[in-house]
């Protein structure tokens, strides 16, 4: 059984960093491609990033040049670094791997 768990959410002002972690245990992380997805209030859940197995990255337009996503297969981890955060970045944010399993969500709230 597959189980990821997220850490690293808070609050922070505009403009300030958080990484997001999420550690993935019972499968064979390396072959995974893994993936932040996010949830704000009253909106559907949305693919913020995406990184494959090889380590090719994918990110949604609104968050290019501010959030790198990364993976250490060594730690089956994959994180999330977000700079310069703005309010509309407010969300639960979930890890997914192979868009198949879901991590339990960790709140980011950015305060103006």
């Known amino acids: 059984q597959v189980q990821l768990v997220e850490s690293g959410g808070g609050l922070v002002q505009v403009g300030g960093s958080l990484r997001l972690s999420c550690a993935v245990s019972?499968?064979?992380?390396?072959?995974?491609?893994m993936a932040w997805y996010r949830q704000a209030p009253g909106k559907q859940r949305e693919l913020v990033a995406r990184i494959s197995s090889g380590g090719i990255t994918n990110y949604t337009d609104s968050v290019k040049g501010r959030f790198t996503i990364s993976r250490d297969n060594a730690k089956n981890t994959v994180y999330q670094q977000m700079n310069s955060l703005k309010p509309e970045d407010t969300a639960v944010y979930y890890c997914?791997?192979?868009?198949?399993?879901w991590g339990q969500g960790t709140q980011v709230t950015v305060s103006s």
């Open positions: 019972g499968g064979i992380f390396s072959i995974y491609t």
């Open positions: 997914n791997g192979r868009s198949t399993w």
